[in-house]
């Protein structure tokens, strides 16, 4: 039996004191930070970053993903164009493509529906619920029951939570399972489209300039919320009325300057700064490795696929386009981990750290047992990640997983809500829904066929250790039977599966259908195996991380923990960097530097108006005297990562300065390590979204429905 560690109370409670601009903080711990956020600038009370109800926090809004705030009254919301990517394309046809033309609403009443998964989610209260989720926890449970247990009191607790239907509550877990939050969220289910410049501005440079400096990308878009006219979420209608946001993010024009401070608040994906140099190893020369190779051939079948193909080209943009970024962020934590060896760092760390365990009182024989238990249940949880990886391979077809998960969810249906499995309760129908109708935009049978096939291959390739046992003898020989006896590629056909019971998936002739029914039971196994390696996980972790953050905290060193798509507060200052001996990169970019980079072909096409303005230097209030040009993006010390993208960057007063979009290659390990000297965040700045909207596209009824604080004016609306 493990014993629990125990740590003086003062120590576990003692303020955390930060490191150079490393630290993803909850808002709450902000009033902690006072002394370093006067270091590097900000003159905002860090007091009123813990109050979620209160701006500038409560103008900030996820969109499940990625990150995006209010800037109007009237429910108008700044994100980076990535993020509106799919709505973009879902409107898009060959005759319209938005993609490449770009898109405005100059009404209201010509904003487009932004599509079934596009939400807004407004944070407005949290609350610690760790004592309540632990609650009956008995030492003796295995793994898969102590699991159950925890998921069982969070689906409690958030059904508790959610007795008004115009929020949706999550309770995720902070510091590996060792604290547990409850957070509501108000959920906008109509989401429309504003505004999106071209994809020569809003992707100048492309893949090529992805997670590089210097860049030149105008990264930036415009949704709206809209709500029935009582105020209340409502389903998409066109009765519904915009948003009415209590507060949003004042725009100012005024410019920064090198070494100015910054904040950035966000809801920033996953970080693993706190995993263990085993863990570092697996990810380095196994998982990654294997993870790049099958992206790149996932994205070989679709080009092959698609090519000469508009509408296909059309269709599989957006999911092209992800999967490019998963691969070039791959790609760069492993030349991050060649750089810099990580795991040798955590080494060291480990060796201080396990020293000091050593040396607590009463300690040693609780000590020594958590350390080896946590190797065995981290080796574990390794091993199983070999054959989940292997089953996702095995299942790569959009069709697939739609059958799938529609047999998933006429099974749970049979149970009262409550004994669902997290994902098929009543609550989650609606989002299944969504993914189902998405395919309308983003799939065709004969470029999923293709998909399957060439990923059935890679499966086969794969180590037969990884084959999950019984998998083999089940996955289809002919792909072409397979396809042309289904009707899943069908919207109407694949949504009328939501309401049928699981008797039916077994008596069904659709090959999609019986094959999924086939796949079940080896699923469940899955499934279960991984119930229990993470009992375990979920028991050990947390006496790890407890320790962990005592001999933090006896140092002064950072206590925040990992990012896990919650809402988080970073801050810095506006920063060059040197990525090799003798190179310094600055930390702005200018429209000169769009006009020297465009050749007239993609991705470095840029529009000939833009192309123009500069020629002509229309520049007006945005040229930055020192720069003599309009400023494009810049560079900060703050701390962000994925789900970042869209972060609202607020200069020392809290006024919208910029949008965060991107990192700099070297910088991308920051989710293992943050190294300060190299670790660099990149920023839209605010000066060039509003050029592009005025000398650009013109986006005049926007600039109007914005408050812009313009240089050596007054506010002006």
């Known amino acids: 039996m493990l014993k629990s560690l125990a740590f003086p109370f003062a120590l576990l409670v003692a303020a955390a004191s930060a490191s150079a601009d490393e630290g993803q903080w909850q808002p709450h711990q902000l009033p902690q930070l006072k002394a370093e956020l006067k270091r590097v600038g900000i003159s905002i009370p860090a007091e009123k970053f813990a109050d979620l109800s209160k701006h500038p926090m409560s103008a900030m809004v996820s969109l499940g993903g990625c990150s995006a705030s209010f800037v109007s009254d009237s429910g108008l919301i700044v994100t980076n164009h990535h993020c509106a990517y799919s709505a973009v394309q879902r409107n898009s046809s060959p005759e319209h493509n938005f993609i490449s033309e770009g898109f405005l609403a100059k009404t209201r009443a010509a904003e487009l529906p932004a599509g079934p998964s596009s939400l807004v ?155 263990l140099a085993s863990e570092i190893r697996y990810a380095r020369d196994l998982n990654f490795p294997t993870r790049v190779a099958e992206l790149q051939a996932d994205l070989a079948v679709i080009a092959a696929a698609t090519k000469g193909d508009a509408n296909a080209e059309v269709r599989y943009a957006s999911v092209a386009k992800g999967l490019q970024n998963g691969l070039k962020k791959t790609q760069g934590l492993l030349a991050g981990f060649a750089r810099k060896d990580i795991a040798a760092i955590k080494d060291l760390q480990d060796a201080e750290f396990r020293q000091w365990l050593k040396q607590q009182p009463a300690q ?123 009707q899943l590629a069908d919207t109407a056909q694949r949504l009328a599966w939501l309401e049928k019971d699981a008797a039916a998936f ?94 007239g072909t993609a991705p470095f096409n840029a529009p000939a108006n833009l192309l123009a303005a500069i020629q002509q230097q229309r520049y007006g209030v945005f040229k930055d005297a020192a720069l003599g040009s309009v400023p494009v993006n810049f560079l900060s010390s703050a701390d962000t990562t994925g789900g970042n993208s869209g972060s609202a960057v607020l200069n020392k007063r809290g006024e919208l300065i910029g949008l965060n979009f991107d990192s700099t290659y070297e910088s991308i390990t920051k989710d293992w390590y943050f190294d300060p000297q190299i670790t660099r965040a990149i920023h839209v700045d605010i000066r060039y979204m509003l050029w592009v909207m005025q000398e650009v596209d013109h986006a005049d009824n926007l600039l109007q429905e914005m408050t812009v604080k313009y240089p050596a004016t007054t506010l002006k609306k």
């Open 506 to 599: 077994r008596q069904s002739d659709d090959a999609f259908i019986r094959l999924a029914v086939q796949l079940q039971e080896t699923a469940i196994s899955l499934e279960n195996r991984r119930k229990e390696v993470d009992g375990n996980l979920e028991r050990v972790i947390p006496q790890y991380m407890r320790a962990v953050i005592a001999w933090k905290k006896s140092q002064g060193k950072p206590v925040y923990p990992d990012a896990n798509s919650t809402l988080r507060v970073s801050y810095g200052n506006v920063a060059s960097y040197s990525p090799r001996d003798g190179i310094t990169k600055g930390p702005f970019t200018t429209v000169a530097g769009i006009a020297e980079k465009h050749s």
């Open 364 to 486: 040693d024989a609780a000590a020594a047992n958590l350390l080896s238990e946590l190797d065995s249940v981290i080796a574990s949880d390794m091993a199983l990640s070999e054959q989940e990886f292997a089953w996702s391979v095995a299942n790569h077809s959009d069709l697939l997983k739609s059958a799938r998960s529609l047999y998933r969810l006429a099974q749970e249906r049979s149970k009262p809500d409550a004994e669902r499995e997290t994902g098929y309760q009543q609550r989650d129908v609606s989002f299944i829904k969504a993914r189902l109708s998405r395919l309308e935009q983003s799939l065709l049978a004969s470029v999923d066929q293709a998909r399957y096939a060439a990923a059935l291959q890679r499966y086969q390739a794969l180590p037969a250790a990884s084959h999950p046992s019984g998998l083999d003898g089940l996955l289809p020989a002919k792909l072409d039977t397979l396809y042309q006896h289904s």
């Open 121 to 275: 989610y407004v944070t407005d209260s949290l609350e610690n619920v760790t004592a309540q989720v632990l609650k009956g926890i008995n030492p003796a449970m295995s793994g898969r029951a102590r699991h159950e247990h925890v998921e069982n009191r969070i689906k409690s607790l958030i059904a508790e939570c959610e007795q008004d239907a115009a929020y949706r509550c999550s309770v995720p877990s902070f510091h590996r399972g060792l604290e547990y939050y409850r957070i509501r969220q108000m959920m906008i289910r109509d989401v429309r489209l504003v505004y999106a410049p071209s994809d020569k501005i809003g992707n100048f440079g492309g893949e090529v300039d992805n997670f590089e400096w210097p860049r030149h990308t105008g990264d930036f878009a415009f949704l709206r919320a809209y709500v029935g006219k009582d105020g209340r979420p409502a389903e998409p209608s066109a009765d519904n009325v915009p948003y009415k946001s209590k507060d949003f993010l004042v725009v100012s024009a005024q410019g920064l300057k090198n070494g100015d401070a910054i904040l950035l608040a966000g809801y920033p994906g996953r970080t693993s700064r706190y995993k």
